[in-house]
C-alpha cells in the first residue's frame, strides 16, 4: 500500500516581524502536496510525491529536504523553469501576511499530463491532493480531475482537500466547477465551511460511503459519514506556528483511517494532530509515538 500525494512543491519563505528588530527570515519545506507526504512519511507510511520542480538550487533543496524524511520522489519533474515558492509574514506566532513569489522572468511549470501519466496507483492506494495545486488552467485541472477518476477506477482510495486558496487563484467559475468535481470525484472530502460553501455545499457531492469532514477555525469538526452526522471537538491551544495546520489534519486523519480505527476516532486524531502542530515553533511536526499510542489507547 502507498500514499501518492500530488501537489505543488515549493519552499517556504517566512519572515517573522515579531519584535522591532529586522524580520528574522527562514525557508523551509512546503507546498500542500509535499506537507502532507512529509507528514506521513513521518508516521511511516510509503509515500510518493507527485509534483514539479525547477532545476536550480531550490529544486535541489527540496529533493534533498523530501528525501531526507523519506518521501520517494521518483515521480517528481524537474523543469527548467522557474521555481514557485510561498512568501509568509507572521507576527507574536499569527500569519499577518501571505502571497506567492514567482520570478516575472520565468514560466512557472504545474503538473501536467506527462506527470499522470507514469503514475499508477491500484487497489488498496490512497490518492491525496488539494485544491492549492490547481491554479487558473482549466486544461490541466480537468486533467487532474480525469486522473483522480482514473484511480478510483483502479481501485484506490481518493482523498480530496477543497483548499481552495481563492485569495491566490481567485473564484473563477472554471475553476469552482472543477474543485466541485473532484470532491464529488473523492472518496474523503475536507475543507473549511466557506471552501465547502464555495462549490456548493456538501448536498451537491454526496453520495453513499463518501466521508467528508468540514472544519470551522476553533469549533467543532462536522463528520458527515454513513447517513449521519457527528461533531468531533477541537483541541485548546495556544497557537505558536498556524503553518501548515489543514495539511496535519489530513495526514492525521490518512494516518488513523490506514490504521483501520473508526471514522469518529479518526476525525478525532485528525484535530489532535493539528492542535499539536499549531501549538509547535516548527511547522510540520506530529505527536511522538508514545503520544500517538496513548490517543488510540484512550
Known sequence: ?????????????????????????????GGTGGNVALLLAK????????????GDNVGRY????????????????????????TLLTTKDGEEIGSAIWLLPCVTYDGIRDIDFSRVSPGKGDIVHTTGACMENDLQGNRMLADFLTAAKKAGAVVSFDINAREQFFGTAPDRIEVLRACAGIADIVTGSKTEFDLIGGYTGIAAPGKIALIRNQADPVLLICDGGEYSIPTYPVTVVNPMGAGDSFDAGFLYAYLGGHDLQECAGFANYCAAYAISQPKARQIPDSESIKSFFKN
Open 1 to 29: 500500500m502507498s500514499v501518492y500525494c500530488i501537489g505543488d512543491i515549493r519552499a517556504d519563505i517566512t519572515m517573522d516581524a515579531t519584535g522591532s528588530g529586522a524580520p528574522a527570515v527562514t525557508t523551509d519545506l
Open 43 to 54: 508516521y511511516g507510511l510509503d509515500v510518493k510525491l507527485v509534483g514539479t520542480v525547477a
Open 62 to 85: 527540496l529533493l534533498n529536504g523530501y528525501r531526507s524524511y523519506g518521501v520517494d520522489m521518483e515521480y517528481v519533474r524537474v523543469t527548467e523553469n522557474g521555481f514557485f515558492n
